[in-house]
């Protein structure tokens, strides 16, 4: 089967309330779509990145740039195989978020052409999984307290406070004074200390987290090695890890005990799944993060986080913690967890209606081969 072409298309979804990290607030989330058409067939793959290149070198205007002059006609010959997208942009360098999105889309416009679940593709295990939730810094203590407070009560299976120089000891402290030993803690820095903080950071280990998240710069493997050699509590790495080779690297240094897997940040599900295999080979958990994913993204990332490996709950919070109102239908937490997507492909669509309320602009690229 060939691609007949691919829709780019922009939407600008409002935030339920800003979300604050180390790296700036976010008020709305605007996501680049991928639509891939093939024959009777299409497929939908989102993109990671952000309006701008913060959290990761990459940008949304940047992503659909490399997409539409580079990654579609080197494609073009392949027709439509998963297994080929890998290999037919590995020439272009980095910019691992927009190919992770073309191939996302391949992947789900052929698996639905083989009645296939993106979960029964990957190897899933479960059909629910343990999701967290991942908490802004706050304005004051006080109000963090009623944040997570809400979060509990609606049954999240983990809490991870964003924290940074200035707002980490004490709200850290109050949450785990206010909630007991019971609740299952993490901490994520988005790289906003340096190996001069290490002393500080440790005085986090009173707290009994589950994990602190990249405090570091992403290339900097050396100081979280020496981070971990310090702590009793287990670094994990977000940014630092774009590939299965930086994470058997970051591991064979003694870098992280514990991985976070963006498909988006790693160059699509299939490299996620083998993130996955190394983690897992080398008796490391993994956890599914999340980049403030639409109902699409969403879907796909559940049927990730039910690999064997994954035994920590991800960052896949219900629809309703990120937007009023989603492009597909709502993911809902049940008894802290949320279903795993079962029809073919990634098994969710965007509600058409939705889907033009929220759309700022679109493009059809027609691909010949
Ligand atoms: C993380 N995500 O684990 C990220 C980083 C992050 C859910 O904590 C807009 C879109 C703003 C995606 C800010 C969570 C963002 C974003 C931070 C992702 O590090
Ligand atoms: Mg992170």
Redesign the pocket.
Known sequence: MKIDGVELREVALPLVSP?R?S?GT?HE?NALLVRVVGGETEGWGECAA?DEPT?SPEYLAGAADLIRRFALPALAPHGLDPAAVGPALRHLRGHVMAKAAVETAVLDCWLRAHGVSLAQHLGGVRRRVRVGV?VGIAETVDALLETVDKHLTAGYARI?L?IEPGWDLEPVRAVRETFGPGVMLTV?A?TAYTPADLRHLAQLDAYGLTLIEQPFAPGDLRSHAALAARLDTPVCL?ESITSARDAAEAIRMGACSII?IKPGRVGGYLEARRVHDVAEANGVPVWC????ETGLGRAANLALAGLPGFTLPG?ISATERYYHRDITRPFVLDGGELPVPQGPGIGVTPDPEALEACTTSVEWIPLSA
């Open positions: 979300f990290t790296l976010q989330r952000e959290y991942s991870k964003k994520d988005n977000d976070n993060g999340g980049m403030l960052d």
